[in-house]
């Protein structure tokens, strides 16, 4: 049995206290390589809802920290998909990194991001598996 492991990373930027998206740039792991992500009909499948899954949390990201006054200036998010040879989700695991320009973020308000993040409308509709994980971390610029 293979795994196969699939990786899309977010960078983004904001303006405004609401966290609002200024840039923005998907890129997807390809051969080793990081690749811009670009949509089309003939996209596979697959990486639309890997796509689907990484914008959901960044909005539940960004949102729930605006609601926390936290202010973001950048951040990055990853996800990290492994399967089994049929695509079957065996191991999800999603990582953002803000950069603030206002607020100081505390373990209660990561946490509850967190657990936000989880609820998402693409999160709450995926099968349960064990190897599930999310974490949200804060840096200062």
């Not at 699939?6 to 983004?12: D, K, P």
């Not at 303006?15 to 998206?21: C, F, V």
């Not at 923005?24 to 990486?47: H, Y």
């Not at 079957?88 to 308000?109: E, R, Y």
């Amino acid at each position: 049995m293979n795994d196969l492991t699939f990786q899309m990373i977010l960078h983004c930027s904001y303006t405004g206290d609401e966290n609002n998206i200024d840039q923005i740039l998907i890129e997807q792991l390809m051969d080793n390589s990081w690749q811009e992500l670009a949509l089309s009909t003939d996209s596979p499948g697959f990486d639309i809802f890997m796509y689907a899954i990484l914008t959901c949390q960044h909005m539940y990201f960004r949102n729930n920290a605006a609601e926390y006054g936290l202010v973001l200036n950048s951040s990055e998010g990853l996800i990290t998909i492994i399967t089994n040879e049929n695509r079957s989700i065996q191991s999800l695991h999603v990582d953002f990194k803000g950069t603030l320009s206002k607020g100081i973020a505390n373990d209660d308000m990561v946490n509850s991001i967190v657990a936000r993040m989880n609820l998402c409308p693409v999160s709450i509709n995926l099968k349960d598996f064990l190897d599930r994980k999310t974490t949200v971390v804060f840096e200062a610029i």
